[in-house]
C-alpha cells in the first residue's frame, strides 16, 4: 500500500511539474528534461509514469475536466428554470477557471490546439460536461421559458463559444481582470436570443 502511494505521489508531482512549466513556458518550449528535472526526477524515472510530453498534455486536463463533472451535477441540483439554470452553470463554470487557471491555460491554449484531442477521453469529458447544457436547453423549450423553434445544438454551440472567447481573452491578458466583469451583460445578451418572447422581469 506504501508502494502504491509513493507511486501516486510521484505520479501527482510529475504532473504538477509539467503543468507549472506548461503554463509558465508554453507546452512547445517545454522539455521532458525540464519536467523531470522539476519533479526531481531522472529522464527514465519518468518515462516510467509517462510516455513523454503529450501524454502528460492529455492526461493534466483529463484530471481536472472530470473533477468539473463530478461537481456539475451537484451545482445544478434543485435549481428551477431553465434561464437560472443557465446563470449557475456559467457563473460555476467561470469560478471553476478562475479556481484552477493553470488547468485552464492548458486546455484553452494548448490542448484544444493539438490534433490529436478529438481522440481523447478528455474530449469525451468535455462533450459530457457540455450535454448537460443541451438538457437545459431541451427543458426551456419544452415548458415555453424559451422559444418554441430553439434549436438546443445551435444554442449550445453559443453559449460554448461565448464562454470560450471570454477565456480565451482572460488568459491571453495574463489574467489581468476578473472573469465576472461585465457577465451579467454578456449573459443578458445571449438569454435574449433564447427566450420566448412574454419573458418578463
Given amino acids: 500500500m506504501a508502494h502504491k ?31 523531470s528535472r522539476q519533479a526531481g526526477l531522472s529522464e527514465a524515472a519518468l518515462y516510467e509514469y509517462f510516455q513523454g510530453k503529450e501524454d502528460l498534455l492529455l492526461t493534466i486536463p ?31 463554470y467561470m469560478r471553476r477557471i478562475e ?13 484544444k490546439t493539438n490534433a490529436n ?28 421559458e424559451m422559444k418554441p423553434d430553439l434549436n438546443p445544438h445551435f444554442a449550445r454551440d453559443i453559449f460554448v463559444g461565448t464562454m470560450d472567447h471570454i477565456i480565451t481573452r482572460w488568459l491571453l491578458k495574463d489574467r489581468s481582470y476578473s472573469l465576472f466583469e461585465n457577465l451579467e451583460n454578456i449573459f443578458e445578451l445571449m438569454v435574449d436570443a433564447f427566450i420566448a418572447n412574454h419573458r418578463t422581469g
Avoid at 481522440?119 to 415548458?143: C, M, Q
Fill in 117 to 144: 484531442f478529438m481522440n481523447t477521453e478528455v474530449y469525451s469529458n468535455v462533450k459530457a460536461l457540455y450535454s448537460h447544457l443541451l438538457d437545459i436547453f431541451e427543458e426551456g423549450r419544452e415548458t415555453g
Fill in 5 to 35: 502511494n509513493s507511486k501516486e505521489s510521484t505520479r501527482d508531482r510529475i504532473i504538477d511539474s509539467a503543468k507549472k512549466l506548461f503554463a509558465e513556458q508554453g507546452y512547445q518550449k517545454t522539455t521532458i528534461v525540464d519536467i
Fill in 99 to 111: 479556481q484552477a487557471p493553470l488547468d485552464a491555460k492548458i486546455v484553452y491554449l494548448f490542448l
Fill in 62 to 92: 483529463d484530471l481536472w475536466v472530470s473533477e468539473l463533472l463530478r461537481d456539475l451535477g451537484e451545482q445544478l441540483f434543485g435549481i428551477k428554470g431553465a434561464v437560472s439554470k443557465l446563470r449557475k452553470y456559467l457563473w460555476w
